[in-house]
């Protein structure tokens, strides 16, 4: 049963009397379809937009500030430690889901 279905019916009920009975309505909630959109191409989705964004904001992604280097024995100097700016990337990941969430929203709203 879907979300429009579910309302239909307590439309219905509500017309053929003012009380619609508890139990009823209770049932008529478990009947209730939980869409569970999230498939293996969603996910792929997700992660390519992560990905591409990621890619494309790479140059705020490490703190330069953190990089330490090292003096090889053959006079070579090696980045040996470098930190990763973690609220950066969780912001660009978060503003990628959140697209998908108003997209999935805005579905639901149409429906």
Do not use: P
């Amino acid at each position: 049963m879907t979300k429009e279905t579910l309302v239909n019916q307590l439309e219905a009920a509500k017309s053929l009397s003012s009380q619609v009975d508890i139990d009823k309505v209770v049932e008529l909630i478990k009947q209730l379809e939980t869409s569970s959109s999230f498939n293996q191409e969603l996910a792929d989705e997700i992660a390519n937009k992560i990905e591409s964004c990621l890619d494309n904001n790479s140059d705020d992604l490490v703190d330069l500030d953190s990089a330490e280097f090292e003096l090889n024995y053959d006079n070579r100097i090696e980045l040996s430690r470098a930190e990763v700016n973690c609220s950066e990337i969780m912001e660009h990941i978060v503003a990628i889901i959140d697209n998908f969430v108003n997209v999935d929203d805005e579905k639901v709203s149409e429906d």
